[in-house]
């Protein structure tokens, strides 16, 4: 009581007074949505994950290349590069810049697009050099020493003349070449189909098999929980690794592990909801009147538990996207060449003292999803559930 | 509480009785046998393995046998290493699991619960609004991003630290870091929302109207009384420790169990997935049954009764 401001106490002018007392009164849902509005990082959460879902479906559509395309010449290209330009003879200049790590030259355009990979002369593997002739410009690639220089005939470094970020490649290529901005968004399709299964599945099994232990009570639900009991023991990565392996990798085996089991928590959740609710008077009413059971869960007992099913769903759809990535993280996932977003973080571990970039956009991305989704989880239940609020 | 004890013993053996079956059955279920590779085994040699590993016999004799076994503690061969048993692979890797484990488990408590507290005592001012930024990011950021990320920086570009291996303390920093800064985010979550409801009770403001000093007020009354959610979840904590150690242990090379795990999965070694599952369920099974055990002890209000259970 005590963070009540002081201003809070002031008495109101008459006519405000008025218009709080008579405000028109809400309805629980459009009580939740006000709430729910209030709460900025839920809205932007919201909005995050709506754009997520947009950029899945169709960012795919309006580029060039797939998730499988490879351009080995163009592998490893980063994002954003520091770029050079020499005159190449009759007033044209050849733009170009230099990856660091492989040694390779790259012809770009003055906007940013990539070119190709520029052709040089033999490489000198004593002196660990390679010269480039652009017209009636020589430049040679000096490798002996890191970091890696240009060096004009007259023995002068050459210094970037500029910087730009790659048009062509967004968030630059892998060691095959191929763009990994497509391939994130096809691992965002990957996760947000895992999530949704797993939504699917906690609404229909988990509230079926919840609700109905609930409801008969008894010994049913005695056996019934205590087999969600044993399930629950181990952590559920351990079973959807089992499964994976008798499964074998794929998109569809880890959607059937993670949907098989990931019903449990939910199943606990509306059997204490249910078990709490079915001794309130209005269900007993509505038994006197000859309601039927399935009448009495699905339009009784289930609508006012609806608040813990929702927040429980919000909750659980972040761990069903890291399990996902996860198992693919550890080579149980998605088959090549599809991309999940844990294969794309581990693949970009072997590389990335040389290409961060390849680490570092995946990993923004599952985190990014798992911020907006658990943002949007505590909003819900702050908004479903008032009691829970701190 | 002995019959409490027996109790949970007697429900531990049947899950675990039930994952040994389950996981039996499952792995049998692969297609393939567990000699089947890129190299053509000649029928003869084939047979001869099969004969030695028992394979030749009917699959429920297969099970009784493999029963027999995990009731005498031996979770058999190894398919893919040759003399190896599975036993060894544990014992091996034991120690590193352990050891970084444990060290996992301290920094949840040792940082989890004051960092809690601070944010509790200060609350809604900038000590708690950090707390929890940091804990919020904490929860949401997956253990193999923060393993990567953090192994890039600080072992990498800085040089602070080893990439690799546990040649001496330093080795230890990230890993451990790794493995639970989920659960020291989590914690720090729970003990301050804990201790926020905590401080609304009437004993609270009685100890404080009988002049007792802040601390006093703070840790014998509040602190003890909240602290029970957060010794609940230690169970899960665990859990969460060992499935997470097989990303950790193989981003940062640490020869443990995880490690041991994820590489019998990519071998598609049978024998070694099925012992180190059930080898897991049981350390689990028994970690959670202290746990319990300790929750009666720190709040004598919990009885542990058959019923309860």
Redesign the interface.
Known sequence: MS?IAPEMWEKLPPADAAAVAAAPSLTYWQDVRRRLWANKPAVVSIAFIILLILAAVFGPLFSPFTYADQNLRLANIPPAFETYAVPSGQGTTTRFFLNASNFNLYEVDDTGHVLGLLRGERKDMLKKSQAFIFGDTTLTLDYSSLPAKLVAADGATIAPSGWSWNRTYLFGTDQLGRDVLVRQLYGARISLTVAFVATLVNFFIGIFYGGLAGYIGGRTDAIMMRVV??IA???L??YV???M??FDSGLYSIIIAIGSVFWVDMARIVRGQILSLKSQDYVAAARTMGASTSRILTRHLLPNSIGPIIVTLTMLI?SAI?IE??MS????GVTPPLASW?TL??E??ET??AY?HQ?FFP?AA??LT??AF??LGDGLRDALDPRFR? | MPAYILQRLGMMAITLWAIVTLTFFLMHAVPGGPFVSERMLAPEIEAALNAKYGLDQPIWAQYLSYLRGIITLDLGPSFKYPGVSINTMIATGLPVTLRTGLLAVIAVVALGVPLGIVAALNRNKWPDTTVMLIATIGVAIPSYVIATVTLYIFALRLGWVPTFGLDDWRGYILPVFALSGFWISFVARLTRSSLLETFEQDFMTTARAKGLRPGQVLFKHGLRNSLIPVVTILGPVVANLITGSFVIEQIFALPGIGRQFVLSITNRDYTAIMGITIFYAAALMVMILIVDLLYAVLDPRIKLTSAAA
């Open positions: 963070d009991e044993i023991t181990i952590p990565t351990l690794v089992l499964l392996v008798v972040p890291f990535s996860f993280f550890i080579g149980l844990g973080t581990s970009a571990v990335m003292r961060p680490l990993a599952i985190s798992m911020f658990n943002f701190k």
